[in-house]
């Protein structure tokens, strides 16, 4: 699609946030008519999606502890209410 | 939290370390994609956070000094190893996916441990291997963005970066990761 000098194509920022939903209106309906916009922003918005969904990992059971066994507490806890 | 971890409560100090080390232990694990080193970084990082709390700023956010901590630990790891980063990314001098590939050391033929297997098993998918081709600057960019959310600013404030730095990063990285995913996505 050509890019008309009053409706340019989207940003690498526009994008970004075209894929968040969070682009204006004015900008986004240039999508509608730039088919080029349209595909790379569709990627943006899969792999964004795919991004936010990947898993948090956890160190191993005691974890806790161990990280505790090297620290120096300098006061111990008496009245802490979590 | 964070100022009853400073007046020292032995409390306190557990439930920070609950509340951040599986956001810590991930980001870690992913720019290095070694579970034991991960947990040995991981836990550096929290004895530095919990012995230096007292030097904690509060004008920064928690999360942002805490990240700081483990990505540095991680990045000071992957130049240190530099032998093991060539093994991931290739020279770090290589300028495209191309040179870095050319760079890479193959280690096949290697026993996977008991450990091995879980990372291949946890990290064994497309995307996080995409991720894993990124060079470690990209990919640390990348995982603070998209993964724990944070703002631009933010990111530019853990990773020591301007602001305008940041953006490209995050913006050849996630190019990058369209190309090594394309297919994929089809």
């Known amino acids: ?82 | 939290m964070v100022e009853w971890a400073k007046d020292g409560h032995d409390a306190a100090f557990r439930e920070l370390v609950r509340r951040y080390e599986r956001p810590v232990f991930s980001l870690v694990y992913r720019m290095v994609r070694d579970r034991a080193l991960a947990e040995d970084l991981a836990q550096e990082t929290f004895i530095k956070v919990l012995n230096g709390i007292r030097s904690y700023r509060p004008e920064f956010k928690f999360s942002s000094w805490i990240f700081k901590i483990a990505n540095n630990a991680a990045i000071d790891h992957l130049r240190r190893r530099a032998l093991d980063t060539l093994s991931l990314d290739g020279s770090p001098h290589a300028l495209t996916p191309d040179e870095m590939q050319a760079t890479a050391l193959q280690i096949d033929g290697q026993q996977e441990s008991p450990l091995d297997e879980v990372a291949s098993r946890e990290l064994g998918s497309q995307i996080e291997h995409a991720i894993a081709r990124l060079r470690p600057e990209y990919r640390a960019c990348i995982l603070l963005r998209h993964v724990e959310g944070h703002s631009y600013e933010e990111i530019a404030q853990i990773l020591d970066l301007p602001l305008g730095t940041v953006k490209t990063y995050i913006h050849r990285g996630r190019n990058e990761l369209r190309v090594y995913l394309e297919g994929v996505h089809e």
């Not at chain 1, 970004?16 to 004015?26: F, H, I, K, P």
């Not at chain 1, 309906?29 to 969904?53: N, P, S, W």
């Open chain 1, 1 to 82: 699609m050509s890019e008309h000098p009053h409706n340019p194509h989207l940003t690498p920022d526009e994008i970004e946030l075209w894929a968040q939903g969070l682009l204006r209106a004015a900008r986004a309906i240039h999508l509608a008519e730039c088919r080029e916009c349209l595909t790379t922003g569709e990627h943006e918005r899969k792999l964004q999606r795919d991004l936010a969904r990947l898993p948090r990992f956890g160190p191993e059971f005691g974890f806790v502890e161990r990280v505790m066994a090297k620290v120096r507490v300098q006061t111990p806890s008496g009245n802490f209410r979590p």
